[in-house]
């Protein structure tokens, strides 16, 4: 929280606020972390059971039940808003914790409306035809699903800037490393809670069963998200923000604008390239999103309550890599070199995942869903620790918002394109596995593209001309 008896402007003034702040210690990195372990636990329920059920037990179109979902991503350039908003305005008397609270309640309020709106959308498909009323289902889930990107938005872009406030550059990597295996340890907690919860669904059970159960879930996990929320940050922010003494522009008539941030985000050349690459390569991860369930239940032949256990088994494997490559391959290789050696690991477990299709053997996938999660652990870590490097404190909502852009655009296009290659798939390929095995190989050829932009991202040019040129803008813009 700010402390306005300070002049930002004070050098001197402000090494005395920053001493007189306390830094945050494991304890509170680790109830940061709730947070994002609550968002993991709501990623379980989008992307690991309603995606499953549209489309095996509603038989809801791969495109149409992917594109909805994906809706929530598609409305990500607010992101950069919201960042802004909570760089220059307060919600609740806070700059970033109000934020979180409220966004925090209207996804948890939204997720359960968006589940009715998918049983009336399965309903009116039940003739066999698609009409009107079909048409009128798919839109509004599309608008139910687009709100509830609005409000992951609204809490989660100032979180991540709230994590710049209370860290320095000497405890920032922990925080962050802790923080996002948090978010690893929400998937995990996620799939076998919601396991466990939709156990009692049979493979082919009667469709008023599952939707018993489903409505059930999706009462109880999202008030327990919210309640993660709430714990994860209250007191946090005015004990430890340091952003009253580092920005310019607290408690000036005069803040930085939509229009101002954005010719920040246009400073460095080396913004653009580390934009495009977090788009592709985030593309070319999260691609089976919206095919792994169905995958698992088709050619695997497993129940809904297995299929949502693969999220268990990638999300390990991920909070393996994002440990391993933390402690010990990101400080041998380098932040660059790591996320490179992610990319290409990523791709070869990509065939391997095609293979255990093969075999039809569910510990096969399972066991490559691990070392896939791994790779993907290795790879984040290492873009993480870019996207850190490639961000000014000046502007941390900001910069944090337009990286939570890209990689929430991938995420909505990585759905909705998953979803197209597996139709495309089915339609001109003879086999599920053939089909499946489509949407595996594009995300590898994917990887491929995301190493040769990775070459181009220079930290030391972004340091060197970025910050002087963001300095320049909001000097001109703030005297």
Same mark, same amino acid.
């Given at each position: 929280?700010?402390?306005?008896?300070?002049?930002?402007?004070?050098?001197?003034?402000?090494?005395?606020?920053?001493?007189?702040?306390?830094?945050?210690?494991?304890?509170? &990195?680790?109830?940061?972390?709730?947070?994002? &372990?609550?968002?993991?636990? &709501?990623?379980?329920?989008? %992307?690991?059971?309603?995606?499953?059920?549209?489309?095996?037990?509603?038989?809801?179109?791969?495109?149409?039940?992917?594109?909805?979902?994906?809706?929530?991503?598609?409305?990500?350039?607010?992101?950069?808003?919201?960042?802004?908003?909570?760089? +220059?305005?307060?919600?609740?008397?806070?700059?970033?914790?109000?934020?979180?609270?409220?966004?925090?309640?209207?996804?948890?309020?939204?997720?359960?409306?968006?589940?009715?709106?998918?049983?009336?959308?399965?309903?009116?498909?039940?003739?066999?035809?698609?009409?009107?009323?079909?048409?009128?289902?798919?839109?509004?889930?599309?608008?139910?699903?687009?709100?509830?990107?609005?409000? !992951?938005?609204?809490?989660?872009?100032?979180?991540?800037?709230?994590?710049?406030?209370?860290?320095?550059?000497?405890?920032? +990597?922990?925080?962050?490393?802790?923080?996002?295996? &948090?978010?690893?340890?929400?998937? !995990?907690?996620?799939?076998?809670?919601?396991?466990?919860?939709?156990?009692?669904?049979?493979?082919? $059970?009667?469709?008023?069963?599952?939707?018993?159960?489903?409505?059930?879930?999706?009462?109880?996990?999202?008030? !327990?998200?919210?309640?993660?929320?709430?714990?994860?940050?209250?007191?946090?922010?005015?004990?430890?923000?340091?952003?009253?003494?580092?920005?310019?522009?607290?408690?000036?008539?005069?803040?930085?604008?939509?229009?101002?941030?954005?010719?920040?985000?246009?400073? +460095?050349?080396?913004?653009?390239?580390?934009?495009?690459?977090? %788009?592709?390569?985030? !593309?070319?991860?999260?691609?089976?999103?919206?095919?792994?369930?169905?995958?698992?239940?088709?050619?695997?032949?497993?129940?809904?309550?297995?299929?949502?256990?693969?999220?268990?088994?990638?999300?390990?494997?991920?909070?393996?890599?994002?440990?391993?490559?933390?402690?010990?391959?990101?400080?041998?290789?380098?932040?660059?070199?790591?996320?490179?050696?992610?990319?290409?690991?990523? $791709?070869?477990?990509?065939?391997?995942?095609?293979?255990?299709?093969?075999?039809?053997?569910?510990?096969?996938?399972?066991?490559?869903?691990?070392?896939?999660?791994? $790779?993907?652990?290795?790879?984040?870590?290492?873009?993480?620790?870019?996207?850190?490097?490639?961000?000014?404190?000046?502007?941390?909502?900001?910069?944090?918002?337009?990286?939570?852009?890209?990689?929430?655009?991938?995420?909505?296009?990585?759905?909705?394109?998953?979803? $197209?290659?597996?139709?495309?798939?089915?339609?001109?390929?003879?086999?599920?596995?053939?089909?499946?095995?489509?949407?595996?190989?594009?995300?590898?050829?994917?990887?491929?593209?995301?190493?040769?932009?990775?070459?181009?991202?220079?930290?030391?040019?972004?340091?060197?001309?970025?910050?002087?040129?963001?300095?320049?803008?909001?000097?001109?813009?703030?005297?």
């Amino acid at each position: 929280m700010e402390t306005s008896d300070v002049s930002p402007n004070s050098e001197s003034n402000q090494s005395v606020t920053d001493l007189s702040i306390p830094k945050v210690k494991l304890p509170v &990195m680790f109830r940061l972390g709730l947070f994002q &372990m609550a968002l993991g636990i &709501m990623s379980i329920l989008t %992307l690991g059971v309603l995606n499953r059920v549209m489309i095996e037990e509603l038989q809801v179109p791969a495109l149409i039940a992917a594109g909805t979902i994906a809706m929530y991503q598609f409305v990500a350039p607010v992101r950069v808003w919201f960042g802004q908003m909570s760089d +220059s305005k307060t919600l609740l008397g806070y700059h970033r914790t109000g934020y979180v609270w409220v966004g925090a309640a209207l996804f948890a309020i939204v997720s359960f409306f968006a589940v009715q709106v998918v049983w009336q959308l399965g309903f009116s498909l039940r003739s066999g035809s698609w009409t009107t009323q079909t048409s009128g289902w798919v839109a509004l889930l599309a608008l139910m699903f687009a709100l509830y990107g609005i409000a !992951i938005s609204a809490s989660s872009t100032p979180f991540a800037a709230l994590l710049v406030d209370v860290s320095d550059e000497d405890n920032r +990597s922990k925080l962050v490393g802790i923080v996002w295996s &948090m978010l690893m340890v929400g998937i !995990i907690i996620g799939a076998i809670m919601s396991s466990g919860l939709l156990k009692q669904i049979a493979l082919d $059970a009667p469709l008023e069963q599952v939707q018993a159960q489903i409505n059930r879930l999706f009462l109880i996990v999202p008030a !327990i998200a919210f309640g993660l929320c709430l714990l994860s940050t209250v007191g946090v922010e005015k004990k430890y923000s340091r952003y009253g003494t580092r920005s310019t522009v607290v408690d000036r008539e005069d803040k930085i604008t939509l229009g101002m941030a954005m010719r920040v985000l246009t400073a +460095s050349r080396q913004t653009g390239i580390f934009f495009t690459f977090l %788009l592709i390569m985030s !593309i070319s991860l999260f691609m089976q999103d919206a095919v792994l369930e169905p995958y698992g239940g088709e050619v695997f032949r497993m129940t809904i309550a297995q299929t949502t256990t693969l999220n268990a088994f990638f999300g390990t494997g991920t909070l393996l890599g994002l440990s391993v490559t933390g402690f010990l391959i990101a400080p041998r290789l380098g932040k660059k070199n790591t996320t490179k050696l992610g990319c290409i690991a990523v $791709a070869v477990c990509l065939v391997i995942i095609i293979l255990a299709g093969i075999t039809a053997n569910p510990k096969f996938l399972q066991w490559s869903l691990i070392l896939f999660g791994f $790779a993907s652990g290795v790879t984040t870590t290492g873009a993480l620790s870019l996207m850190l490097d490639l961000t000014a404190a000046e502007t941390a909502g900001t910069f944090i918002g337009a990286w939570g852009l890209a990689q929430a655009l991938a995420r909505a296009l990585a759905t909705v394109s998953g979803g $197209a290659v597996l139709s495309v798939g089915k339609t001109i390929l003879e086999t599920p596995i053939l089909a499946y095995g489509l949407v595996f190989a594009t995300q590898a050829v994917g990887m491929v593209i995301a190493l040769g932009l990775l070459a181009r991202v220079n930290i030391t040019e972004f340091q060197q001309n970025a910050k002087a040129a963001i300095a320049s803008i909001l000097e001109s813009e703030l005297d």
